[in-house]
């Protein structure tokens, strides 16, 4: 199933601050910092992971809906599962 391109660079855009947001942790807990904000910021970065892969299920259900053939029918039993291993 092929994503749409600026669906695709959304998420893309997303992974990048989750990446920064992990490197901050690493950095905090490298310098001792309280485990609140560590835990905190590890929340964040957890959300974040999961909204992007939401965006990428949804942009596909979104596809699958619309075109109807057999193998759309095939790939949204596909994203479905998907979407409960996130959820």
């Known amino acids: 199933m092929e ?3 600026e669906v695709l660079g959304d998420v893309v855009k997303r992974l990048r601050r989750v990446q920064g947001q992990v490197g901050g942790i690493v950095q905090m807990i490298e310098s ?3 485990c ?3 835990i905190t910021q590890l929340a964040a970065a957890s959300r974040a992971l999961d909204r992007a892969g939401f965006k990428l299920i949804a ?3 979104e596809q699958c809906i619309a075109d109807g053939s057999e193998q759309s029918v095939a790939d949204r039993a596909q994203l479905e ?4 291993a996130l959820a």
Do not use: A, I, P
């Open 3 to 5: 994503l749409n391109e």
């Open 32 to 34: 001792g910092r309280d």
């Open 36 to 38: 609140k904000d560590v």
């Open 59 to 61: 942009s596909g259900l």
């Open 81 to 84: 599962k998907l979407f409960l």
